[in-house]
């Protein structure tokens, strides 16, 4: 009998190590959630950021007005700014939380597989490419952005606070600040384009029979958001916004 359990023993398999406890953020699919829901709040930021901007084809009272309706938003609950600021901190969190959520899961991808593939495939690069890329180029616009219309320090011609709409015909009235703009929003509807879906299939709500119409609607928000965004310094540029 003893010599039985003794070989019962020595012939049964080890037990596996015991899986180490993992917070969310540490695991892929949390990395790949945080990435789509702060995708999901940027987005709907454009949405509403584009709908502002276009208020400039009605003329100085009313983009102007909207910009003051910005720093009171929330009043009289709020008081001045805090609305504003609400939404900036939102955003910005939303942004370093998107950033970084990004860099490590391409640092772990190239851990996964340190060598190149024998052969790539076209479509997964060139998604990946451009969102890499986009997203850099779209990280260096929003400090451009923020210190030409916001804080006014690399701002040419005399910044005015308060007086959004000149100071929006001040910077489409450069060159460079069209080229600057332009490209970044590009790269915006880019971006959209493969990070809405991409959100989709991470939160679960890509499947085989939604894949083509959240395939269109992507493509539609990324021609919508682009062709808004890019209206204002062509509205500048050709003399309709002046």
Do not use: C
Request: net charge positive.
């Amino acid at each position: 009998m003893a010599l039985a359990t003794k070989s019962a023993r020595q012939t049964a398999p080890p037990r596996p190590p015991a899986a180490p406890t993992r917070g969310f953020w540490a695991s892929t699919l949390g990395k790949k959630t945080v990435m789509a829901v702060s995708g999901l709040i940027m987005l709907a930021y454009l949405v509403a950021h584009v709908a502002g901007n276009l208020k400039i084809f009605f003329g100085p009272e009313e983009f102007n007005g909207y910009g003051h309706w910005l720093r009171v938003m929330g009043a009289p609950v709020l008081h001045h700014q805090w609305g504003l600021w609400i939404a900036r901190i939102t955003l910005l969190t939303a942004v370093v939380a998107h950033a970084v959520s990004a860099y490590q899961l391409s640092r772990r991808d190239l851990r996964a597989r340190p060598t190149r593939y024998a052969h790539r495939r076209k479509g997964s690069s060139y998604a990946t490419r451009t969102m890499r890329w986009g997203g850099v180029i779209l990280g260096l616009f929003i400090v451009w952005h923020v210190l030409d219309l916001t804080a006014g320090t690399v701002h040419t011609g005399g910044f005015e606070d308060g007086k959004p709409y000149q100071n929006v015909i001040d910077t489409f009235s450069t060159w460079y600040g069209n080229i600057i703009y332009i490209v970044a929003m590009l790269a915006v509807g880019l971006h959209v384009r493969h990070g809405f879906w991409s959100a989709a299939q991470t939160l679960g709500v890509g499947n085989a029979r939604r894949e083509r119409a959240l395939k269109f609607l992507a493509n539609a928000l990324a021609l919508v958001l682009t062709a808004g965004f890019v209206a204002v310094p062509v509205g500048v540029m050709t003399g309709v916004v002046n």
